[in-house]
T-cell receptor, first 107, second 114 residues
């Protein structure tokens, strides 16, 4: 079993829909990252959080340390949100990545 | 501040050839990571540097992969000789020292081995 599991692996939705991507992990962590990767391969950090909830524009990230679970929400989704979303957790020093969720938003 | 710079962006080589990737981290970022991301999978750590010392290279295939960060700034990752299964995106990331400092990623180098 992977240390970091994401679901779903693929998600297709219509423009305007509310999107939720989930991440569960099995190790102790000091922080959790949500990352966005576009087809060119570059990765952009969306959030780093260790407790509670963070919001940036239409993006919201939450984490429940006791349940070892985090969610990334996108409100009023748009085709430009189409990308791979990756959850990564930091243990002692290194980042461990989930396999990613491929999100496609159709107009 | 300038981001993490990687070059080249794309590289196509034949199997058994050698290839090298370069990474210039953000200034002041002591920690530098190299990741391999095979299509459809999440990134996998190859090696982590703290300044010019190796912190973790447990998943680096040392028979063919090598990496160095001689002056604790730029880093190079080399594959010699390349195999078909090395086709992947190679990502470099860096962060400042500290428990909860954020990691910043480069654009990656997409390697295709034919």
């Amino acid at each position: 079993k992977n240390e970091v599991e994401q679901s779903p692996q693929n998600l297709t939705a219509q423009e305007g829909e509310f999107i939720t991507i989930n991440c569960s992990y099995s190790v102790g962590i000091s922080a959790l990252h949500w990352l966005q990767q576009h087809p060119g391969g570059g990765i952009v950090s969306l959030f780093m959080l260790s407790s509670g909830k963070k919001k940036h524009g239409r993006l919201i990230a939450t984490i429940n340390i006791q349940e070892k679970h985090s969610s990334l929400h996108i409100t009023a989704s748009h085709p430009r949100d189409s990308a791979v979303y990756i959850c990564a957790v930091r243990g002692a020093q290194k980042l461990v990545f989930g396999q990613g969720t491929r999100l496609t938003i159709n107009p | 501040e300038a981001g993490v710079a990687q070059s080249p962006r794309y590289k196509i080589i034949e199997k058994r050839q050698s290839v090298a990737f370069w990474c210039n981290p953000i200034s002041g970022h002591a920690t530098l990571y190299w990741y391999q991301q095979i299509l459809g999978q999440g990134p996998k750590l190859l090696i982590q540097f703290q300044n010019n010392g190796v912190v973790d290279d447990s998943q680096l295939p040392k028979d063919r992969f090598s990496a160095e960060r001689l002056k604790g700034v730029d880093s190079t990752l080399k594959i010699q000789p390349a195999k078909l299964e090395d086709s992947a995106v190679y990502l470099c990331a860096s962060r400042r020292p500290g428990t909860n400092t954020e990691a910043f990623f480069g654009q990656g180098t997409r390697l295709t081995v034919v």
